[in-house]
């Protein structure tokens, strides 16, 4: 009887005893799983961000890109008006520049040329590996980048470019209209006309005055946004454009104008 009793406490302690080690065994119960749940959801905001500032890096590069379209922008041959993978394009155009034209990025298809270019015309890899920019109208407005102008290619086309430099032509009244990108200049001078000037390239420096220009007499941008044409002989035959005279300017120089 004895050994009955001493059977069931010790088979008592056994029970109890596993009951103790099923009540320790916290690895697995769901308090304790909140650290890997924190785990995930940093791993998730990681995960979120990553995409994100994917996404921010690849509009950077896309504003980059197109920014570095300098399509149309004006230059003057064998300057350094261009930024990097650009050249200065000339093409011959009936009544363009042989010395200014515009910034075309080098092109193997037409996507070389329309990314990032803003118009106004339609660029085009026509003659690679340099961009060109068609137009309609010759002459017309807004058919071109600024400073550029529709210009007629000799066929059936057209085409912007930088119109040749008309530097002394006579303009005013009764007398033809300057073309695009001129103004008529008339400058207060002595014995000078007030009705009638001579065509002026709008310029910001000197090169824009003597691009093209082949005299005589020295052109500058002295009263810009319009060219003067300076001369040495008030009166003096061959020191201006064909029209013009080299009249006082009241001060201690002469300049080309329209005599009264």
Wanted: glycine share 14%; net charge negative.
């Amino acid at each position: 009887m004895a050994r009955a009793v001493l059977a069931v406490s010790v088979l008592t302690a056994v029970i109890a005893c596993s009951d103790d080690d099923a009540d320790t065994g916290t690895p697995t119960d769901p308090p304790d799983t909140g650290a890997a749940d924190s785990g995930v959801e940093d791993t998730g905001i990681e995960m979120d961000a990553g995409p994100e500032d994917a996404g921010m890096m690849d509009a950077g590069m896309m504003d980059a890109g197109e920014g570095m379209n300098a399509l149309g922008e004006t230059c003057r041959m064998g300057g350094s008006d261009c930024p990097a993978d650009h050249t200065c394009t000339i093409f011959p155009l009936v009544g363009g520049s042989a010395e200014r034209g515009y910034c075309s990025p080098m092109c193997q298809t037409t996507e070389d040329c329309t990314t990032g270019f803003a118009g106004p015309g339609t660029a085009l890899c026509f003659q690679p590996p340099q961009c060109s920019i068609s137009c309609s109208t010759p002459m017309g407005e807004n058919e071109c980048p600024m400073d550029l102008t529709c210009l007629p290619t000799g066929g059936p086309t057209n085409a912007c470019g930088v119109a040749a430099n008309v530097l002394g032509q006579l303009c005013g009244e009764g007398e033809p209209d300057c073309p695009a990108n001129h103004t008529c200049a008339i400058f207060p001078l002595v014995g000078g006309s007030t009705t009638k000037g001579y065509c002026t390239p709008v310029c910001q420096t000197t090169d824009d005055c003597t691009a093209d220009y082949m005299g005589p007499g020295s052109p500058s941008c002295f009263r810009a946004p319009e060219c003067s044409i300076s001369c040495t002989t008030p009166m003096a035959s061959g020191e201006c454009p064909p029209g013009l005279t080299c009249l006082p300017t009241g001060g201690p120089t002469s300049a080309c104008g329209v005599a009264q």
